[in-house]
């Protein structure tokens, strides 16, 4: 639990930390925090490639395992980043738009108009047929989290504010970013990772943030900044467009507000 300068109401500069919680379904990405971010990109949590070991099938052939989804200490041990792109080569799933819909379908989270059973059966069939799992939803993914710490790093700052996902409730904390990362000859850091909100630097020059459901995390900066750095940390992803939102999966129906697809999107 973090208990690090704990405060109800972190104030950053004239700004509430508050105000940097996830932004609103309605409101296209780009508008979110009062255009305040020069771009927006969507990082995609990957599929997590892991031993055979800790594979869906190796373990429902043991009777004796009530585990399935492998313990985050597992994912950092020895789990790989499989991205997006090459599960909707080995599955026939044409799109990210159509990877997201499957993927929220899988979890329950549309509703029958929305649905894709097909595309969630597809996922299902290649988790239990190869020993890879499906994202993370709803939460810093672990084989993201370093990466992310690495932005802090590079923009050379030593702290970061993280604002839960409903700070009215739970603490607005400062953490120092040396007590997230693993000390040599450790495996484990001194401070757990947040595990959904907001993160960014005191000085607001960019943010990370995920909600509770989704597959990808919204990574707001200058957009250099950005772009360097998806490309040093092999994010996989793309730059939100000004009408791109938060339900970006509906170009697959063909909806009228979100008019690109996430392939013709900018990539980093």
């Known amino acids: 639990m973090l208990q690090r300068r704990e405060s109800t109401a972190v104030t950053i500069g004239f700004v509430q930390a508050e105000e940097f919680v996830y932004p609103r379904y309605e409101v296209p990405l780009m508008e979110a925090y ?3 971010f020069e771009s927006a990109f969507i990082v995609l949590h990957p599929f997590i490639q892991v031993p055979e070991k800790f594979g869906w099938s190796a373990l ?3 009777p004796g395992t009530t585990q399935r989804y492998p313990s985050d200490e597992q994912i950092v ?11 909707e080569k080995r599955t026939g ?13 899988s979890i329950g989270s549309l509703g029958d108009d929305f649905a894709d059973p ?3 059966d597809k996922i299902e069939n290649f988790v239990k047929a190869h020993p890879v799992w499906m994202p993370a939803e709803g939460r810093f993914e672990p084989l993201l989290q370093q990466d ?10 030593e702290e970061l504010v993280f604002v839960p996902e409903f700070p009215h409730s739970d603490p607005v904390v400062r953490l120092p970013i040396s007590e997230l990362k693993p000390a040599v000859g450790f495996k484990t850091p001194s401070l757990p990772f947040p595990s959904r909100g907001t993160l ?6 960019f943010l990370f943030t995920v909600e509770w459901d989704s597959f990808f995390t919204l990574f707001y900066g200058p957009r250099k900044f950005v772009a360097e750095t998806a490309r040093r940390r092999n994010l996989e992803g793309f730059f939100a467009t000004p009408n791109t939102q ?5 170009y697959s129906f063909g909806c009228a507000i979100v008019t690109v697809s996430p392939e013709d999107c900018p990539a980093a």
Do not use: E, Y
Request: charged fraction near 15%.
């Open 34 to 36: 009062g255009g305040r």
């Open 148 to 157: 992310f710490l690495d932005a802090f790093a590079a923009a050379g700052q």
């Open 200 to 205: 960014f630097p005191p000085d607001q020059s």
């Open 118 to 120: 097909t595309g969630r």
């Open 93 to 105: 799933i044409s799109s990210h738009a159509r990877m997201n819909q499957a993927l929220l379908t």
């Open 246 to 250: 938060h339900a970006w999966f509906n």
């Open 77 to 87: 041990a020895h789990g790989m980043k499989c991205p997006w792109g090459d599960v």
């Open 60 to 62: 429902a052939q043991d």
